[in-house]
């Protein structure tokens, strides 16, 4: 059972960038391919980006440029940076897990959940 552990939501303005985090709990981290998503409210969990254990990335079209993530084999931990925060990015962020080589886009892909973390930007 892998616990996932988000971090490092909060407000921002327009234009601003934030780091939010994912703590993992699995020893064998390194192994997974992880994954960020997100929820705005009345709406369908949306991919944001993904990470193989490789290293290999995929970014949604609507963050691509603006959003990178990356992850940290030793701590367990993967990232997601954000940029040129938009009003429209405003969700609930969540990280995932899945036990699969290579990426998905696909929220079923994944085996485990984070609680998830808000972010809100104001215009």
């Known amino acids: 059972q892998v616990q996932l552990v988000e971090s490092g939501g909060g407000l921002v303005q327009a234009g601003g960038s934030l780091r939010v985090s994912c703590a993992a709990s699995?020893?064998?981290?390194?192994?997974?391919?992880m994954g960020w998503f997100r929820q705005a409210p009345g709406k369908e969990r949306d991919f944001v980006a993904a990470?193989?254990?490789?290293?290999?990335?995929s970014h949604a079209d609507s963050v691509k440029g603006r959003f990178t993530i990356s992850r940290d084999n030793a701590k367990n931990t993967v990232y997601l940076q954000m940029t040129s925060l938009k009003p429209e990015d405003t969700a609930v962020y969540y990280c995932?897990?899945?036990?699969?080589?290579?990426?998905?886009?696909?929220?079923?892909?994944?085996?485990?959940w984070g609680q998830g973390t808000q972010v809100t930007v104001s215009s």
């Open positions: 990470i193989s254990w490789s290293g290999s990335t």
């Open positions: 995932a897990a899945k036990s699969s080589l290579g990426v998905s886009r696909t929220p079923r892909d994944y085996n485990y």
């Open positions: 699995e020893r064998t981290f390194s192994r997974y391919s």
